[in-house]
């Protein structure tokens, strides 16, 4: 091994990826239980690794020098090895820091929440101090010194305006879960969650659910790797290309999810979509059909509409796990909020907008096969569709100004 990344589980990681557009360097993955980290140290049988959960502490030990800044945050994510002696980096205060400052997120004079207390959490707290939060509190599952529980975090300090994640809690395969309850904090202005995949968690889509700056950690993953190669080959790397691999790594995994009335026009823009970009395109009702064997309007008439939606949800679930797609939603997937986060993880929604007139009503469609029916269903979904989208889409002209218009979006979000 000459290059790569150690850690505990490595399944959900895109460090390989990332680390050969950088250059062409061998990297792997090498998952280390911790029974083995003592004889890897010791061999040094590489020439210059990363460190992840949960060893960025465990390693200090071994190192015969370790950087400034690194031994005051307690924790180290780069070892180089040099004729045999190992030197100790943390890199990924230099990821974190530069990606709140690109988010916008002000820390001089906030009260910060940093939630977890592992070698991340120590790293959050430097760049927290860096940045002149006015006090910083360390929330864990269990109170000791230094910190406080979640729920005293909570009740206690309400009125905190960060909220920094360095916990796994939310991180892929578990995306359904949050570390805390963003509706206690009424004076939130920015929360950061170091977890990049998915790209969007839980607790980030609930921030912005209520139109606060947040972001998860793909911007600093690239960073520190960028920071961490720099170290590797003593070389200066430029900072575009930190923007370059970021782009390039979003486009690969992000999803564009289309939502509107039915009739809309959705399943005829993610198909041209799909030729335009080169991405797969799957539609939920085709996808309930596959796996039902019956129509949404048969399931509907047969077994209730909350059946249908129970169903729907499952299909949906299952999409989101997969990158770099076109999802092409039923009318009222957005009506639930497990399907918006999911959908939101990974994907970016795009509300085709068309005038009701320009609708028309179909009889494979029973919530809305008459243009009585199909009015009060507008009229009840409209506020839904705005609220969910991340951008909305005027489609009341030809087809190809609509996927255009959504083409450009999605470019723009690089």
Known sequence: MQYGLI??????SFSKEIHHQIDAYDYILKEIPEEELDSFMKSKDFKGINVTIPYKQDVIPYLDFIDENAEKIGAVNTIVNKDGKLFGYNTDFIGLRKMIVNEGI????????????????????????????????????????????????????????????????GMFPSVDSMPIDLSHFKKLEGVVDVIFNPLRTKLVVEAQKSRVKACGGLFMLVQQAVSASEL??????????????????????????LSGMPGCGKSSVGKRLSAELKMPCFDSDEEIIK??????????????????????????????????????????????????????????IFFIDRSIDKIRPT????????????????????????????????????????????????????
């Open 7 to 12: 850690g505990k589980k490595l399944g959900h």
């Open 106 to 169: 002000e820390l001089k004079g906030k009260k910060v929440l940093i939630l977890g207390t592992g070698g991340t959490s120590r790293t959050a707290c430097a760049v927290a101090e860096s940045l002149e939060a006015g006090s910083v509190i360390i929330v864990s599952r269990s109170e000791k010194e230094n910190t406080i529980t979640y729920e005293k975090a909570s009740v206690e300090h309400n009125e905190a305006q960060v909220i920094i994640n360095t916990t796994p809690s």
């Open 232 to 257: 590797f080959f003593e070389k200066t790397i430029p900072s575009s290309k930190v923007f370059e691999i970021y782009g390039d790594i979003i486009s690969k995994k992000r999803n564009i999810v």
């Open 291 to 348: 796996r039902e064997g019956m129509t949404p309007a048969q399931i509907i008439s047969q077994k209730g509409e909350q059946e249908f939606r129970k169903i729907e949800s499952e299909v949906i679930k299952e999409l989101c796990l997969k990158n770099n797609i076109i999802i092409s939603t039923g009318g009222g997937a957005v009506l639930k909020d497990e399907n918006i986060i999911r959908l939101k993880n990974n994907g970016l």
């Open 363 to 414: 009889t494979d469609r029973p919530l809305s096969d008459s243009q009585d029916k199909l009015k009060k269903l507008f009229d009840i979904r409209y506020p839904v569709y705005c609220e969910t989208a991340d951008f909305q889409i005027t489609s009341d002209e030809v087809i190809e100004h609509t996927v255009n218009k959504i083409i450009q979006k999605f470019r723009e979000e690089r």
